[in-house]
């Protein structure tokens, strides 16, 4: 079960899937994805996408995803709360936290599961999940802290700042331009009540909320780049790759999840 | 890995000399003294019961030694893939529904006589009292609820295969389709042609065996299926292959083998039978025509997002390898390509025609013309490269299929599309002035250009265990003197034979002269499969590496001789799911992709193809020189099907039954220029990598030809052979 389905969580889960693991992912009734074109979460507008030729469908009920998991496609539910926790249809072994949320959950379902990985900051290791996974570009990327707690979250990611598009006041978004484009600077990208948002430099729109969506004032609601490769914003990142490799240790270290793989007690 | 001394050499082939210089006996050749000579007298009605057959003038003609009925068949049916023909129909059969006759080449009698002349005069004294049923050809209407039912034993319904593949939500697919391309196609009968007809001879052996010599592609099923209808233990019939003269799936399916084996078993006397080239055009199984109904939808960025397609192909009046061939169908019809959206429905339904058989290709060239048809009007419709919108959707490494499993990698559907593109020229600026081959200007001689591209799989799946058995054994004292190389495959003209030799010379590390073939004779083979769906080399391959393998290491704990034996079984396949499709059909794929340029003369409607680029990805090239010959011969052969062969028939009946009126390519028809680009990308699991050849080039040609024709003329062609008549009905001209 991987909660979030952003450009993290999609590396994660793409990562999980290829490897031969059963994914279900959950996500809110109007993900806040920036990196859309990446990220499976965007079948929660579109009945179904695709990253890297992996299919993500929506999925609303045992049913429907027993039969995407048939199709080997990755079901995604709206389940802000983890209702599916309660089914007992499923027993999950691993739940991996991508939403990427930057603070402490007010009622960890920590011990629910077997093994629970939070990535990035807010986590605690053996307080709140049992593993915690860096987030934070940079030499520690990736690693897997079984103590303690990631980098605490900057507010400012590694590069330009100003390539992080944020609202400049809450409303409604709409957008005028499509993820892939290379805008000039000064051209709009979207507008937030008849308000423009105008793109910092001349780049790449690498990531762009969903058209229409309801965003607070501050809230993230894309990314440029200042690289014009349109390939950057159709592939999985380093970044959730390596993330997702990290996860992937995770699982297959767990010496609880894998009796086989446990240390025999010397005799 | 090591060079290789004998593998990817062009070696000329083992049985060059005596085909070239006539030494070499096919089944037609073959005589032993004394031996008797038979007729079949067929039934050349579409659909009858057969009340009487009256062999009282037939018997009495001098030299006649026996005439045989359906009462006279101990177990009276057979079929590949079902039991659901009879050997002879008739009355007094041991089948239900034996006396039914439901193609105009089910047989009625066999006529044994001293000679063939006089086998003939009975057979033409023979008087059938019919009682004529209800002729179904159209397999459309044969589908619909209270049609005529060709099979009454076996139900109520003429359909006899029904696949599907349900992916995703296809009407939320087309929903985000921003272009949408429906249309139907036709796809008609290809007659196999091979050059020798059907024919051979049997006899008792040495250890009174049943031995039957008939060209085929399984020597196993052929036994089995005889031994079958016979009521007889498998072990008392031998069969062996001589020389075969072109097989291309069609002999897949028994023909004259029965009734031979009948005429030993109950005479005691060598028999001998050669078919007519019209009785081989009317009396065995043709490659399936089908009609394709299909709508594919692509989105803004040129991807693929839904595709439902419904194929319905004739089966004829027997099941021979329908299921097999429309599994196939129905795995191919998304093309080589990701689509995220799938619906579909393949239908066979019996009818009163020729039945459906193997053919090379087995299905997937009537599904691709399709697929492929598709991709050309989506791309154009869209305003982009055909090429480019291909590889915008091309399969890739890790890709899920249609069918819920990930494609068995590598996967190098891109790879021949350049590889095509390139040679071919594609993205050159065109020199488009209508010149004649002349060099003259004409008006009316256009020139154009088309592109497709097809897949394939390698071997029997579907859950099909499928194996292949080798034997080797190493005589000698101190070194290797004498390689003896068991097998049961058919050479059928495609030069397997030799290209065994090679693998089991670089397997054991002796020289190919040094290397004894015994093949296709169950007396001294075990089973080792079909030859046919493009898995020969692939998994005789790998029987001969782990036989070798063995062999050597007895070898060198001094056994003399080193003798072993291999059973290679390929990875695991599974059937489809009834409802969804969901399987693992297959455990290995081969590609390719052609390129073509044709001229059209717009005032007679002749096409004439003038290049022919096609890029094949064959693994690793066992015999380079053989590939060549395997990709040319499937050009040619798919030309025929695409531009020439006319297969005519009515109410039942062949109109088209010698090839007099059913043409074939001749050396005057062929492209100018077949250009080759044979691409090694080595598969996992094959011999030296080695992935499958025989049916791939035979695959993308006709959509490419139709897409050329496009080009030409800006009319799109759904149907074929493009003769002359249907070229200038298109143009409006006729």
């Known amino acids: 079960m991987i909660r979030g389905g952003g450009d993290l969580a999609s590396g994660i889960a793409a990562r999980l899937f290829r490897s031969g693991f059963k994914v279900i992912m959950t996500e809110l009734p109007k993900p806040l994805t920036v990196r859309r074109t990446v990220s499976f979460s965007e079948a929660i507008y579109s009945g179904f996408t695709e990253v890297e030729r992996i299919i993500s469908r929506r999925s609303s009920s045992i049913k429907e995803i027993s039969i995407t998991q048939m199709g080997r496609e990755i079901p995604i539910l709206v389940d802000e709360n983890l209702e599916i926790l309660k089914s007992n249809k499923y027993e999950f072994s691993v739940l991996i936290d991508a939403r990427m949320e930057k603070k402490p959950e007010i009622k960890s379902l920590y011990k629910s599961v077997p093994l629970l990985i939070g990535i990035g900051p807010g986590f605690t290791a053996g307080v709140d999940c049992s593993v915690v996974i860096e987030s934070s570009r940079g030499h520690s990327l990736g690693r897997i802290y079984r103590q303690g707690k990631a980098l605490d979250d900057t507010g400012h990611p590694a590069g330009d700042p100003t390539r992080i598009l944020r609202a400049p006041m809450s409303g409604t978004i709409l957008t005028e331009v499509k993820i892939g484009d290379l805008l000039e600077s000064g051209s709009v990208i979207a507008k937030i009540n008849g308000v423009p948002i105008l793109a910092p430099f001349t780049g790449l729109l690498r990531g762009l909320i969903h058209d229409g969506v309801t965003v607070q004032k501050g809230m993230k609601i894309g990314d440029m780049d200042h690289r014009s490769d349109i390939n950057l914003c159709f592939s999985i990142s380093d970044k959730a790759m390596a993330i997702g490799g990290s996860v992937l240790e995770v699982i297959l270290s767990d010496t609880n999840l894998q009796p086989d793989r446990r240390d025999k007690p010397k005799l | ?734």
């Open chain 2, 1 to 734: 890995m090591k060079n290789l001394e004998f593998v990817g050499k062009p070696t000329r082939r083992v049985d060059a000399l005596g085909k070239v210089t006539g030494i070499t006996r096919f089944s037609g050749d073959l005589s032993i003294p004394g031996m008797l000579h038979m007729k079949i007298l067929f039934a050349r009605r579409p659909h009858a019961r057969v009340i009487k057959v009256d062999i009282q003038e037939a018997i009495c003609v001098k030299g006649v030694v026996a005439i045989y009925t359906a009462k006279d068949v101990p177990v009276n049916e057979y079929g590949l893939q079902k039991n659901d023909q009879p050997v002879l129909c008739g009355p007094g059969s041991s089948r239900v529904d034996g006396d039914l006759v439901r193609f105009i080449g089910d047989q009625v009698a066999a006529i044994i006589a001293e000679t063939e002349e006089i086998a003939g005069q009975a057979r033409d004294l023979i008087k059938i009292e019919f009682e004529d049923l209800p002729v179904v050809t159209d397999p459309v209407a044969a589908m619909q609820p209270g049609s005529e039912i060709i099979h009454p034993e076996l139900g109520t319904s003429n359909i006899c295969v029904h696949d599907k593949i349900r992916k995703g939500d296809i009407e939320l697919g087309f929903s985000l389709a921003n272009t949408i391309v429906e249309d139907e196609y036709q796809v008609p009968v290809q007659e196999h042609a091979y050059l020798q007809p059907e024919a051979g001879i049997a006899y008792l052996d040495e250890n009174g065996r049943i031995t039957v010599q008939v060209g085929g592609q399984w020597t196993k099923t052929d036994q089995d299926q005889i031994a079958h209808a016979l009521n007889r233990s498998p072990d008392t019939i031998r069969v062996i292959y001589p020389a075969i003269g072109g097989a291309f799936g069609g002999r897949e399916d028994l023909s004259v083998q029965i009734l031979l084996a009948l005429a030993v078993m109950k005479l005691n006397k060598p028999v001998k039978i050669i078919w007519t080239r019209q009785e081989s055009i009317i009396g065995h199984g043709k490659r399936h025509a089908m009609i394709i109904k299909s709508r594919w939808g692509a989105n803004k960025d040129g991807k693929l997002v839904a595709a439902s397609t419904e194929i319905i192909a004739d089966a004829g009046a027997y099941m021979y390898t329908s299921n097999k061939v429309l599994g196939n169908s129905t795995i191919t019809s998304s093309g080589p390509y990701f689509i995220p959206n799938m619906k579909t429905d393949v239908y066979g339904v019996y009818t009163n025609n020729v039945p459906g058989a193997a053919f090379r290709g087995f299905g997937a060239p009537q599904a691709l013309f399709m697929a492929e048809s598709q991709m050309n009007k989506l791309a154009e419709k869209m305003g982009i490269d055909p090429v480019e919108f291909r590889r915008i959707n091309a399969l890739k490494d890790g890709d899920t299929l249609s069918v819920g499993t990930v494609v068995p990698g590598p996967v190098t559907i891109s790879r021949v599309i350049d590889e095509a593109a390139s040679k071919f020229g594609w993205f050159k600026s065109e020199d488009d002035k209508p010149i004649s081959r002349s060099g003259k200007q004409e008006i009316h001689m256009v020139r154009g250009k088309g592109f497709a591209c097809g897949f394939k799989n390698v071997g029997f799946s579907f859950g099909y265990k499928e194996n292949c058995w080798a034997g080797i054994e190493l005589r000698g004292k101190s070194k290797i003197e004498e390689v003896i190389l068991r097998h049961g495959s058919a050479e059928v003209g495609q030069g397997n034979h030799t290209v065994m030799i090679q693998m089991a010379a670089e397997a054991t590390g002796v020289p190919m002269e040094k290397i004894k073939l015994v093949a296709s004779d169950t007396a001294s083979s075990n089973n080792s499969g079909s030859a046919s769906a493009s898995r020969m080399t692939f998994m005789s391959g790998n029987a001969i590496k782990g036989a070798a393998a063995l062999a050597l290491k007895k070898w060198k704990d001094e056994i003399r001789p080193a003798a072993a034996e291999f059973v290679y079984f390929a990875p695991e396949t599974t059937p489809f799911d009834q409802e969804t499709g969901y399987s693992t059909p297959n455990f290995a794929y081969a590609y390719v992709a052609q390129a073509v340029e044709l001229e059209l003369d717009k005032e007679t409607g002749i096409v004439r193809l003038i290049r022919v680029v096609s890029a094949n990805d064959v693994g690793k090239a066992i015999n380079p020189a053989l590939v060549e010959g395997q990709i040319e011969g499937a050009i040619v052969q798919a030309q025929g099907y695409t531009i020439l062969e006319n297969y005519q028939t009515r109410d039942g009946y062949v109109l088209t039954d010698q090839l007099s009126t059913y043409l074939i390519p001749t050396i005057l028809d062929i492209p100018e220029k077949i250009e080759l680009v044979i691409v090694e990308v080595p598969d996992p699991i094959g011999p030296w990598g080695a992935r499958g050849l025989g049916e791939l080039p035979f695959l993308p040609l006709a959509p490419a030809i139709t897409a050329a024709l496009h080009d030409a003329t800006g009319v799109w062609f759904n149907e074929f052979p493009l003769t002359p008549e249907r070229i200038l009905r298109g143009l409006g001209r006729i």
